[in-house]
Each structure stands twice: as structure tokens, then as C-alpha cells.
């Protein structure tokens, strides 16, 4: 007989507590703990393992994990090359952002039998949207259902190669005692899930809602049980959108898809470079363009700064928006001790141009010169882009892959790049001015305080 006990569960890091407490013991997370109820089934016999015992690592056989490309480049692109058999992926992002939307087109596309489980919307509703997005097809089975018995029923029936599950957070298992939406029910329906995967070869991809503080049965409690963690992001009034992953298992995490809402569903961005610089004005201060990298593809992007008095009295600001905020406070006091461009009495704002999020080392440079441009209402000049990384004593330090930055640069015209002086060569058809210290960049930018204006 097994028994109910009532726990509470840390919803970011899944620890269980005994007691209520503030803060969790796991993760030190404040006010994640949710009440749970416990099924103990120790007294339960141990079951027969199904799993084969320990083989040598020369008779294991690899010929699991390829990816089969999906014809969403933009996903195959994150998932390094598409998604693999037997495998469970979690696509999680904030309501509204497109994740059913996505996933539509990606059963739309598939070339098999394929099945959508629906608990949020109708059979009716998502026959209507498929029909919008030119998905309906006759592989392609609804299911508005919510109970893991029926669910595992129809995969049984239909036996599909693709299964999508629109929500986890809505799927519950009678056989799993906890609360229906508890985390422990979420995470064990997600175990199934995945066991499931794995016996029938089965590629599923489970949907999991995010709020902003992580809301109830966090994404972090499903993280350890699935093989790939994508997130989907954007901002719901623009139409652009960022798929990363966060985990995954078959390949590297640092790729990054981009696409853009449109009527007929996601477009992927084939080439965004052009995208971010497409409303940027020449010759105004504030303004610097930087080749970075996100994983393998090359992304020219612009930074903007903005500097204003700060009030007497109150610690200056330092606002970031797209970059990293102490990253930012780093560069404000590099820029003011080694480089004696004092930004102590400023208010700085510095953002990337179409709000695209970005964390590299690559862009410090590009902080700086377009903070000490608007500090000096001076712009650069038009044809120049810049990257490195910004030491903390005022030295610029080489960032990976130059040749793909400068190639990319050359490619949307710019003719002239500052890069740190450690640069390995290359010949990507585009002047390579290098500086060894910020002070030098900021001179060789046409930004030093005795410059004259430079022409835009
Ligand atoms: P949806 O995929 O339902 O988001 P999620 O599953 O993450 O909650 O998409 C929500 C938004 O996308 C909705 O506000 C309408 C918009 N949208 C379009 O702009 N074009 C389209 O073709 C579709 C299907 C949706
Ligand atoms: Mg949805």
C-alpha cells in the first residue's frame, strides 16, 4: 500500500522540504516553495529492470542521435541539425509568444504521421490556425486532452514519429498522487513522457509555460528530466523572436534562431545583419556597429548610447538594455580610469538597436566608443565598425573567429574595422585598423578630445 504524505517542493530546483520554509534549501531561491503530495511507495516491490546491464564502451552501438533536419532552418540551426529520435525537447517561453505557433509549422512540415496534443485550445481552434498556417494535412491527428492514460492510449493507436504536448503544466496523471498542475505531477508526466520516447523511438516536445518569476511548476524541475531545453523569446509588440537552447544533449547550446511573427505564421531571418542595421542613421552621435558572434553565424549589430547629467546626489544610472547591466557599469569605470573619459556625473543608457539580446565579449568596445561619442557629441564615421573585448586595465583583449567578423562587416560595405591588436590576420577585403588600448581606439575612431568633428 502506498501512502500520501503532504510536501513542499521548490519549484525552481525541485528540492523537497519537510516543512514550509521562505527560502529553499537547494537552490536559495525566496518563495519558491508550492505544497505537493508525496506518494511513498517504498514498501512497493522493486520492479524487474527493463534496461540491459552494463555494456562495454566498444559494443555500444551510435547509430542513435542523428538529427533528422525538420525544414525549419532556423530550428535545425539550434538543434544542430534537427531533432533526434527518441528524444524529449522542452520549448518554454512566455503565453503569447508563438510557441504553438511553431510548433505547428514544425508538424505542418514533418513527413510522417504526427500527432498534437491540445489542452489549452479546441481540436476546432487549432484546425482553423493549422489551416491559416497551410499546416492541415492528413497526417497530422488532434487531440484535445488533457489525462496521460488517453494520451498514451492514442500514441499507441496512432503511433506517430512526432509528438507534440501544448501544455505540460496541463497534462496529469491519476496514477501519480500529487495535485493535478502540482510540480510533482508536472514533472512526473514528464518522466513518462520521456520514457516513453525512449521505448518507442518516439520524438516528443513537450510545451512548458514561463511566467516572469517562473510561475508554478518552474521550468527548472522539467530541465533535468528532458534532453533539449529551448526558449523561446521576444517581445510581444515586435514581431522578432530568438530561439536558444539552454540544455541540450545531442549538441552545443550557443546557436541561435531568429524569426519574425508575420501573418502566415514564424518567417526565419536568413540574414539579420541587415535586419538590425536597416533603420540605423549614419553621422549621429551615440552610435557604434559591432560584428558579433552568436555560435557559428556572424551578426553585425548596432549599439546606442545615451548620456544626460545625472542628479546631484543620487548614484549616476546605468541602464542597460539587449547588453548586460553590470557589464556596462564595468566599461563606465574603465572608460573613466584608463581612458579619462569621466562618466561619473552621466547617466548612461546603452542599448542594442531592434532590442536583440546579446551577451559577448566582443561588444565592449562598440559600449564604450559609442558612450564616449555621446559624451563628446562626436559620431563615428560611417564606414567603420569595431569589436574587441575591454580588459579592466583599459587593454583590448582578441575575441574568437575575426576573419568571419570582418567578412560579415565587409559584406554590408563597412570598410574600415578597429579590432584589438592581437587579432590574428586575415584577408577578408576590408581595412584592419589595430589598437592595443582603449585610449587608442577611442583616438583612431576620431573620438579623442582634441578631434575634430568627424564626417558622417
Ligand atoms: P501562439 O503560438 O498562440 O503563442 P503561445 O503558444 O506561445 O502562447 O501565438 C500567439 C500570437 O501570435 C497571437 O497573439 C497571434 C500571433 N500570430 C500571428 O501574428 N500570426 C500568425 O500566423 C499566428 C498563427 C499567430
Ligand atoms: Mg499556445
Known amino acids: 500500500m502506498s501512502r500520501a504524505k503532504v510536501v513542499h517542493v521548490c519549484s525552481e530546483c525541485g528540492t523537497t522540504h519537510a516543512k514550509w520554509a521562505g527560502r529553499c534549501a537547494g537552490c536559495g531561491d525566496w518563495n519558491t516553495l508550492v505544497e505537493d503530495v508525496e506518494v511513498d511507495n517504498t514498501s512497493a516491490p522493486v520492479a524487474a529492470s527493463t534496461r540491459p546491464g552494463p555494456t562495454r564502451i566498444g559494443d555500444v552501438g551510435t547509430e542513435h542521435g542523428h538529427p533528422v533536419a525538420t525544414s525549419i532552418p ?22 503569447g509568444i508563438g510557441k504553438s505557433t511553431l510548433l505547428l509549422q514544425l508538424l505542418a512540415a514533418w513527413n510522417g504521421p504526427t500527432l498534437y496534443v491540445t489542452a489549452e485550445e479546441s481540436a476546432q481552434q487549432v484546425k482553423r490556425r493549422a489551416e491559416r498556417l497551410g499546416a492541415a494535412r492528413d497526417d497530422l491527428w488532434l487531440h484535445a486532452e488533457t489525462s496521460m492514460p488517453h494520451i498514451l492510449d492514442a500514441i499507441e493507436r496512432i503511433r506517430p514519429e512526432l509528438v507534440v504536448i501544448d501544455s505540460i503544466q496541463t497534462v496529469s496523471d491519476p496514477a501519480l498522487g500529487s495535485l493535478p498542475g502540482s510540480v510533482g505531477q508536472v514533472r512526473g508526466c514528464a518522466q513518462r513522457f520521456v ?25 527548472r524541475v522539467l530541465e533535468h528530466v528532458v534532453d533539449t531545453v529551448l526558449q523561446f523569446e521576444g517581445d510581444r509588440h515586435h514581431a522578432l523572436r530568438l530561439l536558444r537552447a539552454s540544455k541540450h544533449r545531442f549538441g552545443p547550446t550557443n546557436e541561435l534562431g531568429l524569426f519574425e511573427m508575420a501573418n502566415g505564421g514564424l518567417v526565419g531571418v536568413p540574414d539579420p545583419s541587415s535586419l538590425f542595421l536597416a533603420d540605423r542613421r549614419t553621422g549621429i552621435p551615440g552610435s557604434a556597429v559591432v560584428p558579433t558572434m552568436e555560435g557559428q553565424r556572424p551578426i553585425v549589430v548596432e549599439v546606442q548610447a545615451l548620456t544626460n547629467p545625472s542628479v ?17 557599469s564595468m566599461l563606465m569605470a574603465v572608460l573613466g580610469r584608463r581612458s579619462r573619459v569621466m562618466v561619473g556625473d552621466q547617466d548612461v543608457y546603452a542599448s542594442t538597436a531592434g532590442g536583440v539580446k546579446l551577451n559577448e565579449p566582443g561588444l565592449d568596445l562598440g559600449v564604450c566608443l559609442a558612450v564616449v561619442s555621446a559624451v563628446r557629441d562626436q559620431p563615428m564615421p560611417a564606414d567603420l565598425a569595431v569589436f574587441g573585448e575591454v580588459g579592466l586595465g583599459g587593454e583590448l583583449r582578441q575575441v574568437g573567429q575575426a576573419a568571419r567578423r570582418l567578412t560579415e562587416a565587409a559584406r554590408l560595405g563597412f570598410r574600415r574595422v578597429i579590432v584589438p591588436t592581437n587579432s590574428p590576420d586575415c584577408d577578408a577585403g576590408i581595412d584592419v585598423i589595430r589598437a592595443a588600448t582603449l585610449s587608442e581606439a577611442i583616438a583612431v575612431a576620431g573620438l579623442g578630445s582634441g578631434a575634430l568633428r568627424a564626417t558622417g
Open 195 to 219: 520514457n516513453e520516447a525512449k521505448e518507442r523511438d518516439v520524438t516528443i516536445v513537450l510545451v512548458g509555460h514561463v511566467t516572469k518569476e517562473g510561475g508554478l511548476a518552474g521550468p
Open 74 to 95: 532556423e530550428l535545425d540551426r539550434v538543434l544542430g541539425g534537427g531533432l533526434v529520435a527518441g528524444s524529449v525537447t522542452l520549448l518554454g517561453g512566455e503565453p
Open 312 to 328: 546631484p546626489g543620487v548614484p549616476p544610472r546605468r541602464s542597460a538594455l539587449g547588453l548586460d547591466g553590470g557589464r556596462l
